[in-house]
């Protein structure tokens, strides 16, 4: 007994303090001032790459989905739950697609419109800058054009009558939507995909004889696109590093990202000390962009109502990328790309959208409760509105929740005496609200967006005001 208890003694005193730490979960309350460094350094790690990590799950979903860099992936009917990304709609169709110019520049055709059928979208870099709009109200203007994308300082050869941009990243991806006459008919989505597949993406080195991409029907697939921030969520940061040219403004950031083990042509091997504090730092993080995006950050529109504007201010002055002449703020770029896969570039001609994710007194939407929210009559669109439930902390359509949005092209729904259209929220149906009724899950919170496509000015000045939600008893 006397040697168990010696041998007992000797190695509680004499083991490490790290190594003790590790036998609990890691607190900031008992860490030291070096443990709590690589804390916060880790968290601001993932708000900077939020954007980077956007694209990384986008792409590698799209791989596992079958679909490769040139190919086209898209949607022959309107996509359910199973399509995690951030904040997409379900009135339109995507078209997805992703490129990389190690190899040199790429050539990406978009077809004309058709009549009653056009494509609008964005392509962007990896770090979700928008390069520019393209097709339908973008910059072709649906005439359709061949789109030239180059590495920076390229000198090679051009392609006669392309409109060419540089792109600083070797990774770059375009979100592309149908715009539909008539809305989604089964006619307009067949319409819709014989446009799609004449979308072309192949490398500049094989004009002569250009192949033909690859097209890739994904409805009914799983895509989880949403990055799941998690201490896993640094070695997809590592890896992407590595797959990345670093840019002039990111070099300080590198030295970051070494001190929490995340070093360019280097292998990630946190020990367990590292790996629980950023088991504790990515969930902080997250929380952090949340907490910026629906409450800090994002300005209300309308006075004393909790209805926000969709981006941070900074977006149209920096076309998105939050790079100022003086410094670049990647707190508030996180923070919106927690909540968007997609950036425009000219944001508001075509689509307006609003943020609501808290009631009147300032709490979180919870999907436990019962809340209303009243549409007034007459909203000033040229097209349609709608009303999308989202899950707060995916941003992406609540899970096993097949009806997420209500608009005003719906039939069954019913208006009131005076044209306005109340929507009920809950995770059980109320009797006779049926048809207005979007269900949430009692276990989690959640946030609306309202969506506006052709929005008339009297939305844009704020002669025009939605109502807050409502909690019912």
Known sequence: ??????????????????????????????????????????????????????????????????????????????????????????????????????????????????????????????????????????????????????????????????LVYTQETNFGFAV????????????????????????????????????????????????????KLDQDIYRHIHEMINQEVVLERDKAMMGLLARIGIRRDSNFSPDEELQSIQAKAAPEALEYMIEQYHRVLNPFVFEGKKWSALVPNGSRETE?????????????????YYAIITSVKNYGSATYYLDLAETADGQWLDGGKNYQLTVPANVPVRDFWAVTTYDLETASYLRDIEKSSIDSTMQDVTKNSDGSVTIYFGPEVEKDKETNWLRTDPDRRFFLLGRFYGPEPALLDGSFELNNIELRR
Do not use: C
């Open 176 to 227: 592309l939507r149908p715009i539909m006459a008539g809305g989604a008919t089964d006619e307009n989505l067949k319409k819709a995909v014989d446009l799609t597949q004449d979308i072309n993406i192949y490398p500049l080195k094989d004009i002569d004889n250009p192949p033909k991409s690859k097209y890739v029907d994904l409805y009914g697939k799983s895509l989880e696109m949403t990055p």
């Open 1 to 162: 007994m006397k040697r168990f208890l010696s041998y007992l003694l000797t190695t509680v005193l004499f083991v490490p303090f790290g190594l003790m730490a590790l036998a609990e979960e890691f607190s900031l309350d008992n860490a030291n001032l070096d443990q709590r460094m690589t804390y916060h350094r880790s968290v601001d790690a993932v708000v900077w790459a939020m954007p980077l990590m956007n694209f990384k799950f986008y792409r590698d979903a799209l791989a596992d989905a079958g679909v490769s860099a040139n190919d086209v992936g898209y949607f022959s009917k309107l996509q359910d739950w199973r399509f995690q990304t951030a904040t997409p709609n379900n009135t339109t169709p995507y078209i997805m697609t992703y490129w990389n110019l190690e190899d040199g520049p790429i050539v990406i055709e978009m077809p004309p419109a058709t009549e009653g059928i056009g494509i609008f979208g964005t392509i962007m870099d990896a770090w979700q800058r928008p390069l520019d709009d393209v097709g339908a109200k973008g910059r072709d203007a649906g005439r359709g054009a061949k789109y030239l994308m180059v590495p920076p300082g390229y000198d090679g050869p051009l392609l006669t009558n392309a």
């Open 320 to 336: 998105w990328s939050y790079e100022y002449p003086s410094y670049y703020d990647y707190h508030a770029r996180g923070a919106l």
